[in-house]
């Protein structure tokens, strides 16, 4: 794919009009210079989403849901950066320009098309040998025997590899592809004297499409007793294994108008599941979700409902699924399949679409999930079976999101051992198990997931990197004043480190509109710095800030710096025979006590600050 020229990004930052874009799902009143809503994000009655029309930023003071206008329309209409410039483009009547492309990126260009044709070309040649060819019966008796009728086997584009090894080599061939090409594409492998056969022998074949429904592999199962049941495409410059999820384009839409997507292992879960009504479902092809397909799902919602066999090999996989998806703002939802049936069998049952949304209504989030399985696991009416569920308790409400789940949980477990809350607060702080005392992220999740990979760790610090940038934001010579040489180590994250260079480009340049560090269109960006600019411009317009608290947020700032550096310095390993590691550890001390102070001396200040709450 060429690259959208910058300037036509810039065209289209110009023209579009967010209020506008925002108001297609939303209601928007003016107040002040900014625009206030319900939030399309979350469900909420009292309006805590903000638009600033002249920034083309909004913010979500309830969910923390922020960014710019591509990040909006990203997200509102599942699309990647270049789909959401064409969208807006095409809205506001802009021709887009592309890059040109060097030589070298233009015939690499041509290649993947070639590929891309040379795969079209395969799967409907495996399409061909499942519905026309005589070979093909016992492949249709076995989609048959499954309950899986044509009709979603064709959408699916389903086909068949006949059993001898070169039916598609040959084929491609006469079709003018080259042998290199074959290998290229996943479809031959090299045979011990030279030459190429057929990867794909005696199987149904699968198609992994991409997010338009492109082939870019193969998932392909036996019909004999030949090992591996499965076989995939190797990696090629277009598949990825890491990535592939088997019916994403298929629900790409079902999934933004239910806003969930249910993720289920096998190919045939998906067909039966679609066959039955539901639309929205992928297939991950196995219950360690990578973070690439974390990602990929996450376009099509933040909501993920993993129908999985719940096997001890699959809880561990969930819970690497858990760390990523909080990491990625996702939420995950464990439906329990009644045992031994997965969804395929569920569904054809007679449960029918029916039977399966009923299920998802009673799935439980991942952490209800964890604690009920520590509750269960376990001989809770001996000793050490209950000290046993407390260690892995302990472990398992450190991943709480907000203090609110985890009280909840609290309760639950607190019922279940007839306990009071209390001492199941006192016994699992007592307990010594994994999880260790991480602190859980505050209230505001959202600066938690604003905040990035260490987001539960650093919430407060976050909040008050934000508030001070709105602050400089707020008053711009103050702001110039104190940016000015400020080093960007006094903050904690790589985001707020942007968030401060571009509070630092607007307060300084005259020309607003055109600077470098602009991070409004950097598509990499979409995701955490413009949210995060987006925090700081709409806090700016929200608090009442004064000079003094910005000097006194400055100076928490400082000693929040110094506080990492000490504690950096005591984690640090080996040995101090120079006893260098002490002076400086002293010299910091010194310096912490000295802040300290500065902040207490600070004149009381007496407005006091506003909205630092989320959700008014
Ligand atoms: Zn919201």
Same mark, same amino acid.
């Given at each position: 794919m060429p690259r959208i020229a910058r300037q036509s990004i810039d065209q289209v930052q110009a023209a579009a009009d967010l209020v506008e874009i925002v108001g297609h799902y939303t209601r928007l009143k003016k107040s002040g210079a900014n625009y206030m809503g319900c939030c399309p994000f979350h469900e909420e009655k009292t309006p805590s989403f903000s638009v600033n029309p002249g920034e083309k930023l909004y913010y979500c003071f309830g969910c923390g849901e922020g960014g710019n206008l591509f990040s909006f329309v990203q997200r509102k209409e599942n699309l990647d950066f270049a789909q959401a410039v064409e969208h807006l483009a095409d809205k506001y009547g802009i021709a887009l320009e592309y890059e040109e492309t060097s030589a070298q990126g233009e015939a690499e260009r041509r290649r993947r098309d070639r590929l891309r044709a040379l795969l079209e070309r395969a799967t409907a040649h495996y399409e061909r040998r499942l519905w026309d060819d005589r070979a093909g019966a016992a492949a249709r008796a076995y989609l048959d025997e499954r309950g899986l009728g044509a009709d979603v086997c064709r959408r699916f584009r389903v086909g068949y590899a006949l059993p001898g090894w070169e039916r598609l080599r040959d084929a491609a061939r006469r079709q003018g592809f080259t042998e290199q090409e074959l290998l290229d594409a996943g479809l031959v492998v090299t045979g011990r004297r030279g030459g190429v056969y057929d990867r794909f022998r005696d199987r149904i074949v699968f198609p992994l499409a991409d997010d338009r429904g492109r082939t870019l592999g193969f998932g392909a199962r036996t +019909?004999?007793? $030949? %090992?591996?049941k499965y076989l995939n495409s190797p990696e090629t410059a277009l598949y990825h294994k890491s990535e592939a999820l088997f019916g994403l384009h298929n629900a790409k839409a079902a999934a933004g108008r239910d806003d969930r997507v249910y993720v289920v292992e096998g190919y045939t879960d998906v067909l039966a599941l679609v066959q039955a009504g539901i639309e929205n479902v992928v297939a #991950?092809? /196995?219950?360690? +979700?990578t973070e690439q397909q974390l990602k990929r799902l996450g376009r099509l919602s933040r909501e993920l409902y993993l129908c999985f066999d719940a096997d001890a090999a699959g809880v561990g996989a969930m819970s690497r699924a858990l760390n990523l998806a909080r990491r990625l703002g996702l939420s995950l939802h464990v439906v329990r399949m009644p045992e031994g049936l997965d969804p395929a069998d569920y569904v054809l049952s007679g449960a029918g679409a029916q039977g399966f949304r009923e299920l998802a209504a009673h799935s439980e989030t991942l952490l209800q999930f964890h604690v009920r399985l520590a509750l269960e696991s376990n001989d809770l009416a001996r000793p050490d079976g209950r000290a046993q569920a407390f260690a892995q308790l302990k472990g398992v409400l450190a $991943? @709480?999101?907000t203090p609110i789940e985890r009280d909840e949980e609290l309760r639950t477990i607190a019922d279940r051992l007839h306990l009071s809350e209390e001492s199941v607060r006192y016994l699992l702080s007592a307990s010594s198990g994994a999880g260790g005392a991480r602190s859980p992220a505050p209230a505001g999740s959202a600066a938690a997931r604003a905040a990035g990979p260490a987001g539960a760790a650093v919430g407060g610090v976050h909040e008050l990197e934000v508030r001070f940038l709105a602050g400089c934001l707020a008053l711009p010579d103050k702001g110039r004043d104190v940016l000015g040489g400020l080093d960007e180590g006094v903050f904690a994250s790589a985001e707020t480190k942007a968030a401060c260079r571009w509070v630092k480009a607007r307060l300084t340049s005259?020309?607003? /509109? %055109?600077? $470098?560090? #602009?991070?409004?269109? @950097?598509p990499d960006a979409a995701d955490g710095v413009s949210g995060v600019v987006a925090e700081v411009v709409l806090r700016s317009g929200r608090e009442r800030f004064t000079v003094a608290v910005v000097d006194e947020l400055f100076l928490r700032l400082q000693e929040a710096q110094v506080s990492r550096l000490i504690a950096r310095l005591k984690a640090a390993a080996g040995t101090d025979e120079t006893g260098t590691r002490e002076a400086k550890l002293a010299e910091l001390e010194r310096v912490r006590r000295r802040l300290r102070e500065a902040v207490r001396s600070l004149p009381v200040v007496d407005d006091s600050i506003e909205g630092q709450g989320p959700g008014t």
């Open positions: +019909l004999t007793d $030949e %090992k591996p #991950s092809m /196995g219950t360690a +979700l $991943e @709480a999101a005259a020309d607003a /509109g %055109k600077n $470098e560090d #602009s991070v409004d269109c @950097a």
